[in-house]
């Protein structure tokens, strides 16, 4: 995927351009035990609270091509048999739906998460009638090539609650208040397929990692089996 292409899967998560209708997810404790799993729709979500679901999903397609964003290609065996390229595409066909492989993946993605907080999978699915570019390089929505079936992963930590000093309207006094438990931006996640050429690559996964030095091979080997590239610290 290149920038541009990158930067209109992007301007898809906002609740005026999507035809993400749920977003799934799955909240994790630090002994690695499912505390919940949700199957939130958002159309039953304020504006706002919408718009933010979205946001924490839009930003696992941030950062820079190369570092934050990288390409990892499955080999064509991997394609014709292999059980982690068999779990992504039952994730993307089934529009995430069949719980039975929600499940698969939530434990593979369980077993390979190192963190020391709680944390958040979240999961988004998404088809996009993609527009032709003309000539001039302008979309022409009224004149579609396909329709682009994909899905978003995105990983995020968890903060534990804390107390803060907050102001009560109602006494015109500070008073100690919990912030709850507060989810993160994404640390990690990823998009399946790569929209290459504007059209859906199943051989290749966009993975991201927000600190470019650390791409967590350990879960890049649980989910797709690729060899890691060198880092751009590392490069």
């Keep these: 995927m290149n920038e541009k ?9 906002r609740a005026d351009k999507s035809n993400i209708t749920h977003v ?15 199957d939130q729709p958002l159309s039953l979500l304020p504006q706002e609270e919408c718009e933010n679901m979205l946001s924490v999903l839009r930003r696992t397609l941030s950062g820079t091509l190369g570092k934050n964003l990288i390409e990892m290609p499955f080999t064509t065996a991997q394609v014709v048999d292999s059980d982690e390229h068999r779990l992504l595409m039952a994730l993307r066909d089934t529009k995430l739906q069949d719980e039975d492989v929600l499940a698969q993946f939530y434990s593979r993605v369980m077993g390979a998460v190192q ?40 990983i995020c930590p968890v903060k534990a609650p804390t107390l803060e000093l907050r102001y009560d309207l109602d006494q015109s006094e500070f008073h100690s208040s919990s ?45 797709f089996r690729v060899e890691p590239p060198m880092s751009a610290e590392e490069q």
Excluded at 5 to 13: A, T, Y
Excluded at 24 to 38: A, D, T
Aim: aromatic fraction near 14%; hydrophobic fraction near 40%; glycine fraction near 4%.
């Design 5 to 13: 292409e990158i930067s209109e899967i992007r301007r898809r998560f």
């Design 24 to 38: 799934r997810g799955c909240y994790v404790n630090e002994k690695q035990e499912i505390v919940s799993q949700f």
């Design 115 to 154: 963190f020391e907080t709680n944390y958040l999978i979240l999961l988004a699915a998404d088809a996009y009638d993609v527009p032709h570019r003309g000539k001039d390089d302008e979309l022409q929505h009224d004149a579609s090539s396909e329709v682009f079936k994909y899905f978003v992963c995105s």
């Design 179 to 223: 912030t709850g438990y507060i989810a993160s931006p994404p640390e990690l996640g990823f998009l399946y397929p790569a929209f290459d050429g504007r059209t859906a690559n199943i051989y290749n996964v966009l993975f991201y990692s927000k600190n470019a030095a650390e791409l967590h091979e350990e879960v890049i080997d649980a989910l």
